[in-house]
């Protein structure tokens, strides 16, 4: 049985962090995220590409918290030059109606819609892809992916180290370990890399990791938590139905 590690040093970052972004690239000194403004009008498929092809981990733009959004609207909003919206890298485009982030989360656990969107289509041409829209204010709007617009590219911000992949929202790390172990043997290893078994207490978190481990994967994951004497779970501080 595979493991599931969750890692609990890692915390969301203060608002007083110094943010050290390459040249060019503006910090979110509340997130520690670095945003790009690209000007240039381009496709949402080359756009994506070109924010890739920068480097230092660079995505076109995946939103997970109302900080992040925020500071790139108050950067559309003082730009004058982009005359109707950016890029972010959210797509539905294999999978309708299932809007995901270019770095493999689901588009859920926070959005800045404007009202009545995601329209899902518009003069009779499919909306696939997401975009901040100057008419809305700079709220989100899906929009055809063939539409050439500017974007914001973003180099996220990944304190958890090789091997581990972080969630955004909350700040904490997972690892999946491929030996196969009883519960016992498998929190012992979460322990020699000074981690636990993962604990699940938001739905944002279950929804994080279920996204995670892939739900075309049929194999099993250890979770934290057991049945005490008297029936009731310890360490489980989410709702059992929801594991």
Known sequence: MRILILLLAILAPTLSQEVN???GWTGNQ???SCFL????SLDWETARRKCESIGNGAVLATIHTSQDNKFVKDILAKESSIPFAAWMGGTDFYNAGKWMWTDGTAVSCFTDWDKGQPSGIYDNKTEDCLAWWKGFSWNWNDVKCTAKLSSVCMIPVNKCGNGWTEDPVSRTCYKILDDKNDWETAKKSCASLNAELASIR????????RDFLNPSDEQNFWLDGNVAKD???VGVPMAPQYL
């Open 30 to 32: 509340i997130t520690g």
């Open 21 to 23: 972004c390459p040249t």
């Open 202 to 209: 938001t739905y944002q978190e279950y929804m994080f990791v």
């Open 231 to 233: 029936g009731s779970w």
């Open 37 to 40: 403004l690209v000007k240039e």
